[in-house]
């Protein structure tokens, strides 16, 4: 397929000129006054749609953020493969960690540097850009219909619903998704499963403001010091979570499966030299890659109370808050584990102090099937343009639309991330290895000329 190969040459600048452009849009899902960038955002990519050689391109409106749909159908008879990317980006901050300024892109050291050079703009406009390529060419073997959405990072709360308004416009074969990662530069492979996700707030509050430490302390009880305490017990002393009922619903994985997985590559000392960690951490009897792909897992994303500025006041604080994040595994239905850990955060809570948790937002796990005609064609693209089949993998990360574009649309996903551990998403110093992007772009390309091939049979 060198035809892929020599368009991706003569048209990599202005592809690169034509992604930063989107990078440039600081479209934050979770910050109100990013409103109008999502709307930017989504132009952007409406325009880029139609550019690329879509018949039709729409911007939806939901309640949040908006969604944008195009397509070209070549022939009604022919297979239809559904995009799924998303163009909002996660919070910059602490903007000081940053080595450049997060929405002004720039190329270094063979990388892309800036918001949502990986999740999910760079990796999503790899499609843009293969679909671009294979109707230019006229070897376009397929219907290509794309979706691009405006809340990902935020739990896609309107997508659901949005999906089941449009269900018939949406009707496809297989949706195609690149938000995920892959094992190394040179080391393809496939997402086959995700976790699915539980994320709540909880407040604990004391006395009815905030009191002076001296005069209180110790006769008060600190809303900071027993929060701490109820976060510690949700772990026992195997680095199990406490909360009743949390493994009922855990699909065990075998003992060959899990021979299979091990197969990976996976250099424990690199790992923690890679963090600056002495030792790892996890629950017992697992490695840290099956801690991390088919364990689930609670872990504190956040927590704040009291005086945080510079230099002492001493206060005893009102209020104390944290961010929990269940990462779970398929079969466990995060509804239900929202449920438990409230039932049981509330009733572990001591009677001098109240609490009150927030359902935040979550999703489901994923698990998509080795046999399908997707995932043989994905086998066979991988093989052209990286000289050797994908390995399947399990995520520690959950994308929860996806199981939600199962339960309500009926099609399964297939997931050929194309990013590395290294990209730092969601983190200062976000990146995007330009070998990948142009790399992916390939790879996309022949798979829809494998998938073509696949569903004849």
């Known amino acids: 397929m060198e035809f892929i190969k020599t368009y991706i040459e003569q048209n990599k600048e202005r592809f690169l000129d034509e992604l930063f452009a989107l990078l440039r849009i600081p479209s ?72 450049s300024p997060p929405f002004e892109p720039e190329i270094r050291d063979g990388k892309i540097w800036g918001r949502g050079a ?26 290509v219909k794309f979706m691009i959405e405006g809340e990902e990072e935020i739990g896609s709360p309107n997508m659901g619903a949005w999906c089941e308004a449009h269900k018939e416009m949406l009707e496809a074969d297989v949706i195609l998704v690149s938000d995920t990662s892959m094992i190394a530069p040179d080391i393809p492979s496939i997402t086959q499963g995700l976790r699915g996700l539980a994320y709540l707030e909880v407040e604990v509050t004391g006395p009815n403001r905030d009191l002076h430490s001296g005069i209180f302390g110790g006769a008060v009880a600190n809303p900071a ?11 026992d002393e195997k680095n199990r979570v406490t909360i009743p009922g949390f493994y009922d619903d855990v699909m065990e994985v075998s003992h060959t499966e899990r021979q299979a997985m091990a197969q990976a590559p996976f250099n424990l000392e690199q790992y923690k ?3 600056d960690l002495k030792e790892v951490w996890g629950e017992e009897g697992f490695t840290t890659t099956e801690r991390t792909g088919i364990r689930p897992t ?12 510079e230099g002492a006041k001493t206060v005893l604080p009102s209020k104390a808050f944290a961010k ?16 438990q850990f409230i039932e049981h955060f509330e009733k572990m809570a001591p009677p001098f102090v109240k609490v009150k948790v927030t359902d935040l937002h979550g999703g489901q ?16 693209a991988y093989l052209d343009t990286f ?16 199981s939600t574009f199962e339960q309500v649309l009926g099609i399964k996903s297939l997931l050929m991330g194309f990013g590395l551990e290294s990209d730092a998403i969601h983190s200062p110093n976000e990146n995007y290895p330009l070998h990948n992007f142009y790399k992916g772009i390939e790879t996309i390309a022949a798979f829809y000329i494998h998938f073509a091939e696949e569903m004849k049979k």
């Open 28 to 99: 934050i899902s979770s910050l109100a006054e990013h409103k109008p960038d999502m709307q930017r955002a989504a132009e952007y990519w409406k325009q880029s749609l139609l550019d690329a050689g879509a018949d039709k391109a729409e911007i939806y409106q939901t309640p949040g953020n908006p969604v944008v749909f195009g397509q070209k159908i070549v022939n009604q008879a022919w297979p239809t493969v559904l995009v799924y990317a998303h163009m909002d980006v996660m919070p910059v901050d602490p903007v000081n960690l940053w080595n």
């Open 118 to 143: 990986d999740d999910d703009k760079g990796q999503g406009f790899m499609h843009a850009k293969a679909f671009e390529m294979l109707v230019r060419t006229g070897k376009l073997p397929c219907n």
């Open 365 to 380: 796990g994923y698990v998509a099937p080795l046999e399908m005609p997707a995932w043989r064609a994905a086998d066979k």
């Open 298 to 309: 609670l872990d504190v994303c956040g927590i704040w109370s009291g005086y945080t500025g």
């Open 387 to 402: 000289g050797k089949k994908p390995i399947p993998t399990r995520s520690g990360g959950s994308i929860p639309i996806i």
């Open 225 to 235: 010091n027993i929060l701490a305490k109820m976060i510690a017990s949700l772990h």
């Open 324 to 339: 929990v994040s269940m990462r779970l595994v398929p079969n466990q239905d995060y509804k239900k584990i929202s449920r």
């Open 273 to 275: 030299k890679a963090l």
